[in-house]
């Protein structure tokens, strides 16, 4: 295994710049942004153009990454594929296609998105959609010879507050879309924090899924027992603020809840021996660069003792 970064946490900073800093701190793999370069998305960042991407540009990426020893470990654009907005829903679902398409002139295994969730309808009626939808879409990547990886992030306030704006949050609802689109390049891009803040286990599905766990998101959660008596499992609802965010807020790795020796000893145990990649949202260190890249070295530097 080895230790490697999402590039949105870093901002606007020149992607090879990004890289360079990423080398210089250990890290041996990238999973880099490719949102629309005009999107409002938090959590969002345009590192690669896929809608302007040239071979050139494949080639000079290609360059620098090797010059700084990194790979690419997955193309990341984590969006609604189901929005209920027909016309936005078809132009999500063609710029994942643009971002498999610049998966395979960069040489890059996967590309990572979200499921999403049309909020009109059921579950039982999201999910038929998700068959139509995502048999097109792995299919598409499958062709190409690149994976499909989805974080399970639940999403919940996406589209309205409260309700989970995936459909793609727990081993229940993985069972389904797995048996629905059985293909063998559809996986999981496995986050241990969103299991744990909502009170889940998040060792146990390790083995069930080991044959669908492609890559790995290295992010911490911590939970408030006093505020989760307070507000529920349905989290607060109001005067939602940076002091007071509910019963669980992010963290890096190390800082939060989860033990990170026993999930990296579960990776091991399947065989797992890809990327574990630190997706950094922790509140504590946001607000600057210098604030960004100490978390990111924080991380870095405790899972280095593990992995």
Wanted: contains cysteine; aromatic residues 12%; glycine residues 6%.
């Amino acid at each position: 295994m080895y230790i490697g970064l999402l590039t949105v946490s870093l901002g606007s900073i020149p992607l090879k710049e990004k890289a360079k800093w990423a080398s210089e701190q250990g890290f041996k793999s990238l999973e880099i942004a490719c949102w629309p370069a005009s999107n409002n998305r938090d959590y969002s960042s345009c590192d690669i153009d896929v809608d302007n991407f040239t071979e050139k540009e494949a080639e000079e990426i290609k360059e620098y990454f090797r010059e700084y020893g990194l790979t690419i470990s997955s193309l990341a654009y984590y969006d609604n594929n189901l929005d209920h907005d027909i016309n936005k829903r078809t132009k999500i679902n063609n710029h994942f296609k643009k971002c498999v398409d610049a998966a395979v002139q960069l040489g890059v295994p996967a590309v990572g998105t979200f499921i999403g969730r049309n909020i009109d309808k059921t579950i039982e009626e999201n999910l038929d959609e998700f068959q139509i939808v995502f048999s097109d879409l792995v299919k598409y990547a499958e062709d190409r010879g690149i994976k499909v990886i989805i974080e399970n992030c639940a999403m919940p306030g996406w589209q309205i507050k409260g309700i989970p704006g995936t459909i793609s949050y727990s081993p229940e609802l993985w069972r389904e879309i797995f048996k629905r689109v059985p293909n063998k390049n559809f996986g999981l891009n496995y986050d241990p924090s969103h299991l744990h803040s909502m009170l889940m286990d998040y060792i146990s599905p390790i083995k069930e899924f080991k044959d669908r766990i492609f890559h790995t998101h290295a992010k911490d959660a911590e939970v408030f027992e006093d505020r989760l008596k307070l507000y529920g499992v349905y989290n607060k609802q109001l005067n939602v603020s940076f002091e007071d965010s509910g019963y669980w807020r992010y963290r890096m790795p190390g800082l939060g809840q989860i033990d990170w020796k026993i999930f990296v000893n579960e990776l091991r145990k399947i065989g797992y021996d890809d990327v574990i990649s630190i997706e950094h949202e922790d509140p504590l260190y946001e607000g600057s660069e210098e604030k960004v890249k100490e978390g990111l070295s924080l991380g870095i530097n405790y899972l280095k003792k593990l992995v």
